[in-house]
């Protein structure tokens, strides 16, 4: 199958570590997507659930490996961490194993309009 490209990606509110997390459509789909940029944008992990005895199959884990390999083959991945993943937030400004975390992200379009990125929780 070929592989669908994008400029940019969003990804947000994945909640690994809940029990209805959908982890297998977002395997599937980080399979077939490239893309130059790949958005993090809040609660990629949802440390509430976690505290609360949320769950952690091996697919949650291969979903940050994938993200991990994403960023070690070149493509710009930008974690804006949210409020059911605030503790990242502590990061902000640190590249860890090539992902960008930061508080917010000004985005710029291919015809020159820029959209500021945030997890929206504020």
């Not at 997507?33 to 790949?38: G, I, S």
């Not at 697919?59 to 991990?68: D, F, M, N, P, Y």
Request: with cysteine.
């Amino acid at each position: 199958m070929q592989p669908y490209r994008y400029r940019a990606v969003w990804l947000s509110d994945v909640h690994l570590g809940f029990k209805d997390c959908k982890v297998q459509f977002l395997l599937d789909f980080l399979e077939v997507v490239e893309c130059e940029r790949l958005y993090l944008v809040g609660d990629l992990i949802d440390f509430w659930s976690l505290r609360k005895g949320g769950r952690w199959p091996a697919g949650h884990g291969r979903v940050l490996k994938s993200l991990l390999a994403k960023a070690g083959q070149g493509v710009r991945v930008i974690y804006i961490p949210g409020n059911h993943d605030e503790v990242a937030r502590d990061y902000l400004g640190l590249l860890v194993g090539g992902v960008e975390l930061v508080a917010e992200y000004e985005h710029h379009t291919a015809d020159g309009r820029r959209f500021l990125v945030t997890h929206g929780d504020e």
